[in-house]
């Protein structure tokens, strides 16, 4: 069944009445088992609460910190708290949590984009050109097991306050390990698809653009998947350490006040907002490499 | 009189020359294969028969002896000599006609030419059909059959083909054998096929090459002169059957040996 849904995904067929039908009950079935899933965890966790077990000031459970989301929402407005002389006539709370979201999502996307550009780019050039691998490849290599909380300091040396030292810690967490990735991709593309195209004649720039740069773009979009997360935590931790506003910056508001339930509340943003970054490109996946099935695609192979 | 399509004089082929890993995978090979002849080449795994394959396709270079084909020598890959791959090599991100015209997309030619180009190269392998496909929506003879379309729309004058059957049933490969010799006497072209059936070898080959266990050299050169299309079941071609077979036994226990000696020095 999944294999007629993989098919059924790509864009160019039609989809009859029936199969979107079908296609619509997986969903539904999907959808069902997750939502039974994060509610049996709350179940669990208000049951603690309602033993005496997990305390309220420390772990509220969800119907508290769920509870008052407009409450919540007014702690957002640090989104303008940094701005000298604008008080009083900043966002309303609700517009606070929206710009709080947006600025912390695109600096991931930022990060995430220039760190996948640049790594492709990198990554190739090393083994296009002899040079190339010589030049840059060791430092490459050195470079890429740092732990990107190391580049903190550097990233408000360079940057000062504002997106630029949260967009510059997520280039750097992702830069390496995926020059690292493209180039094993690289490596692994099939002898074969090489061999055919040399013997049509090929050049080696053609074989580059025409066959090694289609044959590991899948690859490519799984370990931008794989990072994605990856993302997400660098950049909370950039915007905890005061590098500006964002969701980093509600959470240690929520520590320096105090606050677990507006913890609790953020980590549930940010679950839902990492959730939805990774159906997005999985859907990307599904049109961009639409000659992967999407079996694949979703085990991430 | 006319350059033979492939030549080949006291070839030689030794990967990782000159370090500790040195292995002699072919010795002194000496072919003259005719325009428009099928030249099968028969022997145990690992004798050398798609290293010598590879040599005249110019995807690796030779380090003893002189390869030419058509009079020049082979110095590198070239449209006119196309090689078939024992596991397809279509490009999934391409359509079959694409894929088809690859070659022709690389020197430029225009998508209108192309698809014309590959209407015709995939008609004569059965698959106009399937001009739109994808190839992952085709079965793996559909797949063999576009490759072969592809080799053909570069108009080579020969066809290199590494054990392309290999991995097809039975049933297909019968099929797929029959297909491939319409192509061939249609094309003109010089076949080389490399295989270890000896079946396939009696249906398909003007000459066959027997090659002996490593490093490869050639044990002996049997012409077929059994009248097609072919009886498989004829007196000659059992005989015939029964004479390779005979010849790679040899070879077969020989590799047998040299590998029980290996693994207990």
Known sequence: MSGGLARSMAPPAPLLPGRRLALLRGWGVRLGWSLLSVGLFALLWEFLWL????????????????????????????????????????????????????????????????????????????????????????????????????????AIFLFGIG???????????????????????????????????????????????????????????????????????????????????????????????????????TIALIGLLGFGFDWLLRQLQARLLYWIPETKVIAGV | MSDPAILCQGLGKTWNAGTARAHEALRNIDLAVRPGEFVVLLGPSGCGKSSLLYLIAGLEQHNAGTLRAFGEAVTGPSPDRSLIFQQTSLFPWLTVWQNVTFGLSLRGDGAAQRRAVAREA??????????????????????????????????????????????????TRAKMQDFLLDVWHSSGASVLFVTHGIDEAVALADRIVVFTARPGRIKAIVPVDLPRPRDMFSRAAEALRQQLSGLLRDEVDRAFAEQEALASA
């Open chain 1, 163 to 265: 997106n630029g030292p949260a967009v510059f810690m997520v280039f750097i967490a992702l830069f390496f390990t995926m020059t690292i990735s493209t180039i094993a991709q690289i490596d692994a593309v099939d002898r074969n698809f090489i061999n055919v195209a040399r013997t049509m004649g090929a050049t080696k720039r053609q074989i580059y653009t025409r066959v090694v740069i289609p044959a590991i773009l899948p690859g490519l979009l799984v370990v931008l998947r794989l990072n994605l997360f990856g993302a997400w935590m660098v950049v909370l931790v950039a915007e905890a350490t005061g590098v500006g506003y964002g969701l980093g910056q509600v959470i240690m508001l929520a520590r320096n006040t105090f606050n677990p339930s507006l913890v609790f509340f």
């Open chain 2, 122 to 171: 995939l008609s004569r392998v059965g698959l106009a059909d399937a001009m739109d496909k994808r190839p992952d929506e085709l079965s793996g003879g559909m797949r063999q059959r576009v490759a072969v379309a592809r080799a053909l729309a570069m108009r080579p004058r020969v066809l290199l083909m590494d054990e392309p059957f290999a991995a097809l049933d039975v049933q």
């Open chain 1, 51 to 154: 033993i005496g077990w997990a305390d309220q000031k420390l772990l509220p459970p969800p119907h508290i910190f769920l509870g008052n989301v407009a409450e919540q929402a007014r702690n957002f407005n640090t989104a303008q708290r940094w701005q000298i002389g604008n008080g009083g006539s900043g966002p309303t709370p609700w517009e606070a949590v929206g710009i709080t979201i947006l600025s912390s999502t695109a600096r991931v996307f930022a990060g995430l984009l220039l760190a996948g550009a640049a790594s492709i780019l990198v990554g190739v050039g090393i083994r296009y050109s002899r040079w190339a691998e010589r030049l840059v490849l060791p430092t490459v290599t050195l470079l890429a097991p740092v732990s990107p909380i190391a580049w903190l300091p550097v």
